[in-house]
């Protein structure tokens, strides 16, 4: 157990110094350019795959999908021949994948680990020989972006159809104006979903989580704040959970729901909000109706306060 948390230290401290010596993503001192369009039929399910670099993905009103992806290196121009952009659509199925040589597909590393993340370190591949490829997808509105995956590299959707799975290990996940479910995982970076019509579930480490939707699952992290601004909830209710961080919850006053509220060290604040006040240990724990009440708001937090505000 003491190695294993050595070794998660180690990780850390690498990571910090990692991050800070990543190379912005328009300062490249060489790079190369990949552009085509592909014709798609309506419901085709997309999957991109990548290791190092941005995912940018959005809708536009046009009929195909257009990929376009810099691939860039500080090192040689002989690093950008080790990566390579491949895809293939096969029926109503189309995949992006950034490949490495040596690898099958770029999705092969893409579960990193502390593991993998130590390998990589040392491999030396996040100074002037590591190798990014930051994509800008386009997309029309009738096809389905199924997953989207990166190792090191923050990812943002807009106006694009789901459900979707949104992974990252170091990075921000941000989407907009999404159709559709949404499940979005990082370990290193916030999360923010806005405008989305389906359930909403989200997931990070080292970051702080904000969403608005009214069907919003789950919301948790464990160093991070968390808000999440309701207009509804869904059947089975709504999770919001951080250790290191507030929680803001923001309702309307005509809202219909029962909230379970509970901190270790912070306090509970329900400004002008109208609840009727079911039980109350001190300012740790509340449980409240509001309206009719109805399904369960259950947010928790550790070190930090839970606000409950009138959007």
Not at 17 to 37: I, N, Q
Not at 121 to 127: A, D, I, M, N, S
Not at 170 to 176: A, L, Y
Request: charged share 30%.
């Amino acid at each position: 157990m003491k190695n294993n948390l050595q070794i998660l230290l180690f990780a850390i401290v690498l990571l910090v110094f990692v991050l800070s010596s990543l190379p912005a993503e328009s300062s490249y001192d060489y790079k190369t350019e990949f552009r085509k369009t592909y014709e798609v039929t309506p419901g085709t399910q997309i999957t991109v795959y990548s290791r190092n670099g941005t995912i940018d993905i959005e809708s536009w009103d046009k009929k195909e999908v257009e990929v376009f992806a810099i691939i860039g290196s500080n090192k040689s121009m002989k690093e950008l021949a080790k990566v390579s952009v491949d895809v293939t659509i096969e029926d109503k199925e189309m995949e992006i994948a950034t490949v490495y040589s040596g690898d099958k597909k770029g999705k092969e590393d893409t579960d990193f680990g502390i593991w993998n993340f130590l390998k990589w370190v040392l491999k030396g591949e996040f100074t002037g020989g590591r190798v990014n490829v930051d994509y800008e997808i386009k997309v029309p509105e009738h096809v389905v972006i199924s997953e989207v995956n990166t190792t090191n590299g923050k990812m943002f959707l807009k106006g694009t159809k789901g459900p979707s799975l949104l992974r990252t290990t170091n990075g921000e996940i941000k989407v907009d104006r999404s159709k559709g479910d949404i499940e979005a995982r990082s370990t290193n970076g916030k999360i923010v979903i806005e405008n989305v019509d389906g359930f909403v579930a989200a997931s990070t480490t080292n970051g702080y989580i904000k969403a608005k939707s009214d069907k919003i699952k789950e919301l948790r992290t464990t160093n991070g704040a968390i808000e999440a601004e309701l207009k509804g909830i869904r059947k089975g209710g709504t999770e919001l959970s951080t250790t290191n961080g507030a929680v803001t919850i923001r309702l309307p006053q005509s809202f219909n729901c029962i909230l379970e509220l509970k901190t270790v060290n912070g306090g509970i604040d329900l400004g002008d909000m109208d609840m009727e006040i079911i039980s109350k240990e001190k300012n740790k724990y509340l449980k409240g109706k509001m309206g009719k009440g109805g399904e369960v708001i259950n947010a928790r937090t550790t070190n930090g306060g839970i606000k409950v505000q009138e959007k």
